[in-house]
């Protein structure tokens, strides 16, 4: 498939990038919080945009001990969230310094976010969340799971249109 350009591929369904906490909720834990998030994506409402890099991470968190306990098929479960997700290339320019994630790890999903933009980042790590003010000036969400609004409002009350 050729890579379509961001906003063709935003104009077809809402975008979300997804951490890597999260993937494992969603495919390893099956969080309840994360049920209007999967819901959303089975039935491919959302267009979830994740990195080569991204997945890369994931098969790394999957066969580490903790993790490999809970997750008999690490392979299995990679095949999923690359079935589910669209593979975007990376941002290649870094970010201004307001929003660069104390954790450097975690600055992909940022990066990926801010650039494309999405709409939301849906995570539980605190280095990202505690971006979520900065980030609303591009308008996009930065939440866990359990506070992400779903479908029914696509952005965050304060990033909304006609917000003062």
């Known amino acids: 498939m ?8 935003l104009s077809t369904r ?12 969603l495919f390893v834990f099956h969080d309840p919080h994360v049920q209007r998030l999967h819901h959303h994506l089975t039935r491919q409402q959302l267009l979830w945009l ?3 890099a991204m997945m890369e991470e994931l098969a790394d968190v999957l066969v580490r001990p903790l993790i490999a306990r809970a997750c008999p098929d690490p392979a299995l479960v990679l095949a999923q969230a690359r079935a589910w997700c669209t593979l975007v290339p990376a941002p290649e320019a870094p970010l201004t310094a307001a929003l660069v994630c104390a954790d450097p790890d975690d600055q992909i999903f940022i990066d990926l976010a801010w650039c494309w933009p999405a709409n939301w980042l849906l995570t539980r790590d ?3 969340l505690n971006l979520a003010a900065r980030a609303q000036a591009r308008r996009v969400g930065i939440m866990t ?20």
């Open 14 to 25: 809402p975008g979300v990038v997804i951490d890597t906490n999260v993937v494992l909720d």
């Open 126 to 128: 605190r280095a990202l």
């Open 145 to 164: 799971p359990a506070h992400w609004p779903g479908l029914a409002d696509p952005r965050p009350e304060s990033a909304a249109p006609g917000a003062a």
């Open 2 to 9: 050729a890579i379509r350009s961001n906003l063709e591929l």
């Open 50 to 52: 994740a990195t080569e």
